[in-house]
């Protein structure tokens, strides 16, 4: 089993520009989640998908975020625009019935 | 308002010394309790428990709930210079296993 998989591993952008994150749960799961990690705020949950449907968006910072997840296998978190104060380490998450959740290894973002 | 808080928020041992860290909640409609370790990646699931006063244990690792109290405890014998690591507890806590994580234990062991 590959774990949850995200991609990019690091992302170097310039404020104003799109950003695209993308994750691959573990098959057969049928929850995702995606966080963010920042060392003034910790873990924060901003959204998670049940069956490829978003239960709960009420961590999304701000409309500059948005979450798909098209398909059982695939998720994105989009930022548009981006500004410096979304660098952070984005994680994707997965679990089978709302429980233990395996992480993928994060989306370093950092926004000039 | 739902919380997690863990204590303390670090400490420093030497090897072969016994460290226990604490988490206490306060959420609506708790299912679980997971710990997680965290290195300089993403957080490793290490336990979950849903049930009071039966211990799990991995290792040298060990972990119990106590429900009526709100609170679990991570225990760790015997450590290692490759325990050093932040642990995460985390509280799923309503039937869509949304999850609330406390501000983690930052353990540090020297050898």
């Known amino acids: 089993d590959a774990g949850v998989i995200q991609s990019p591993r690091h992302e170097v952008t310039e404020m104003g520009q799109e950003v695209t994150l993308r994750c691959k749960p573990i098959?057969?799961?049928?929850?995702l989640f995606w966080y963010r990690q920042t060392m003034m705020r910790g873990l924060e949950l901003l959204i998670y998908?049940?069956?490829?449907?978003?239960?709960?968006d009420s961590g999304m910072p701000e409309d500059r975020f948005s979450a798909k997840m098209p398909n059982a296998s695939f998720s994105t978190l989009k930022i548009q625009p981006s500004e410096p104060r979304d660098s952070a380490v984005y994680f994707c998450?997965?679990?089978?019935?709302?429980?233990?959740?395996?992480f993928g290894p994060g989306t370093r973002l950092l926004v000039l | 308002e739902d919380k997690v808080v863990q204590s303390p928020l670090s400490l420093v041992v030497h090897e072969g010394d016994t460290v226990t860290l604490n988490c206490s909640y306060e959420v609506t409609n708790f299912r679980s309790l997971l710990w997680y370790k965290q290195e300089k990646k993403a957080p490793t699931f290490l336990f979950m428990l849903?049930?009071?006063?039966i211990e799990k244990k991995s290792g040298r690792l060990s972990s119990i709930l106590d429900k009526k109290e709100l609170f679990s405890i991570l225990n760790i014998t015997a450590t290692q210079t490759g325990d050093s690591a932040v642990y995460l507890c985390a509280v799923v806590y309503n039937q869509g296993g949304k999850l609330i994580f406390g501000q983690g234990t930052e353990l540090s062991v020297k050898p």
């Open positions: 998450a997965s679990s089978f019935g709302g429980t233990s959740q395996y």
């Open positions: 998908f049940n069956n490829n449907v978003p239960i709960d």
């Open positions: 098959s057969g799961h049928d929850y």
């Open positions: 849903t049930s009071s006063g």
